[in-house]
Structures are given as structure tokens and as C-alpha cells.
């Protein structure tokens, strides 16, 4: 068992890593309840990154109600266990990964560009053959900086959609990804503006918060009672649509910001120097600019994203 300290003092015990690396179906970690009957396939992802542990409890609720499904299928995947098993208290902000970040690794799992022999990409192949023929995928992760959930649908109005049936959460962010590789959620078929099934990574809120749990069991009530139960779960707040119209990734080792931006932040003016990297300025593109997710000191490394510039539309 594992007790970690939240970001408001109190303690949380997490589902064992024993409990959630079981199976009924033979691959570790994955769950799956078939109804027998007709109906979408819904496939709800937690833990791609080893220390966003409200996904992990939303999940493991739902597993020990033993969930009856009505029609069609649910499939619930942890994801990194080893990135798991290895959190406590003391280090629960570096257990993100063993070898690499497991939400770029989607677009090299097989076929010519296939490569790699890290953990997570072998775990990657491993959960694939489970939510590949998903109709609804659901991914669910928090942040290092606080935040309120945000709804990442990538690129396809379907997947805004998606978010909007859901009704949650209210601020959804479109995206191209990143530059490190592609998200589970982007790919084929989730990515695919041509292809019918969707995808939504919802980022719960700051990692130990008890808002991002809040949030994490919201999205996957919403999700089963619309999907599998056939019940419409209209929107508690209202939603709007964030576009993101740049994503600035790192080209130096001495990349930063000109001040602590706040997650979300919104800079009223266009050209306004938000950080530099090297020598290189870092300015908005526009006016009433959304600072979209910006990396914390940790992820300051050339190749990954700094930050995503965003728009409401
Ligand atoms: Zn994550």
C-alpha cells in the first residue's frame, strides 16, 4: 500500500500496485467487462505516466464495484505499473517513467519506423491490442502545476464532440501533440479527422490535488453513464474551446521563462516576451494568448515542449 502526502497536507492511500497489475484477461493491468450485447467499446486508460495517480483510483473504484456493463464493452488499463510500483511519498515527483515518457512512443510500436526497447515501449505493445478497436478512449493523467482539468481532443472536431457529449471538463484544448512523439490519443485511429473513434486526455488537475481526484472520478462517471449506460450527462459548467496556434519546443539547454507563469494564464498583450531559449525570444503571438501548460524547471530539455500557445475560439 502505498500513502502519499496531497498538496493540501492530508494523506491518501493509492490502490495497491498488486491489485491494479492484475487482470481478468490475461494482460497485466488490464480489465476488461464485456456485456455480451451490443454497444461501443469504451476504453478508459489511467497511469501512462507513473506518478498521476488520480486516474489510478477513479479506475480502481470502478473495479471494485465489479462493474456491470449493460451494452457493449469496457476495458480500464494501467498503464506504467513499474513507474508505479517504484512511487512513495518522498519521490512521488519523479516516478513519471522508467526509461522514457510512455505517451510519446504510440507512433513507433510497429511496422518499418518501429524502434525502441525501453519499458515503456514494450508495456505500449503490450496494451495496444487492448484499446486499439476502442470506439471511445478516455486518458487520464493530472499536471505538475495547478490548474483546473482541462480536455486535451487534439486536432478532429469529432474528439470537441466527444468532450461535449461527455460534458466535461470545461475548458478543452486543441492540439497538434508534440515534437518528442506521437500521444496515445493521436493515434490511428483516435487521431484521424476520417476515422469514427474517439479520443480525449483529460489532464485532471495538479497531481496531488484532491481537485485532479475530484476531477478524474468525474470524467469516468460521465463517461460510463453516457457510453454504456445510454444516460446524456449534460455539462455542470459550461465549455469552451481553447485552440492552441503554436507549440514552442526547446532547441536549447538554457531555456526560461521571464516569470513563474500560471497554467492557463492569459496574456492580454501580442509580443509579449514570455521566455527566452538561448538566445532565442519567446513572444506571443497574439493578443489574450493562453499559456498553455508551461514545462515546470524538470522538462526544460531541448526537444520538448515549453509551452502551447492558445486561442479561444
Ligand atoms: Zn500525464
Known sequence: MITITLEDGTRQSLPPVDAVGGSNCGTAGIWRFDSGAPGPHVAITALIHGNEVCGVQALYDVLQAAPAVARGRLTLAFCNLEAYARLDD?????????????????????????????????????????????????????????????????????????????????????????????????????????????????????????????????????TLSVFLDGKPTPPAAPQSVIEVVEAVTIRTGAFEFTQDWPNMAVVPKAGTLVGRDGEREVRTPHDETYLVMPASPRFRKPGLTAVRFGRRV
Not at 487534439?154 to 461527455?166: D, F, H, P, S, T
Not at 479520443?199 to 460521465?222: I, N, P, Y
Open 90 to 222: 518522498a519521490n512521488k515527483d519523479e516516478r513519471r517513467l522508467v526509461d522514457e515518457d510512455l505517451n510519446r512512443v504510440w507512433g513507433r510500436l510497429e511496422g518499418p519506423g518501429a524502434n525502441g526497447d525501453t519499458y515503456e515501449v514494450r508495456r505500449a505493445r503490450e496494451i495496444v491490442p487492448w484499446v486499439q478497436d476502442a470506439d471511445v478512449l478516455v486518458d487520464l493523467h493530472s499536471m505538475t502545476g495547478a490548474a483546473p482539468a482541462l480536455g486535451l481532443v487534439g486536432l478532429a472536431a469529432k474528439n470537441v464532440e466527444l468532450a461535449r457529449r461527455i460534458g466535461y471538463p470545461a475548458l478543452l484544448v486543441r492540439d497538434a501533440g508534440h515534437a518528442a512523439g506521437l500521444r496515445l490519443i493521436d493515434r490511428h485511429p483516435f487521431g484521424d479527422a476520417g476515422a469514427a473513434p474517439t479520443a480525449m486526455l483529460v489532464e485532471c488537475g495538479q497531481h496531488f490535488s484532491r481537485e485532479a481526484f475530484d476531477a478524474a472520478k468525474e470524467t469516468v462517471a460521465r
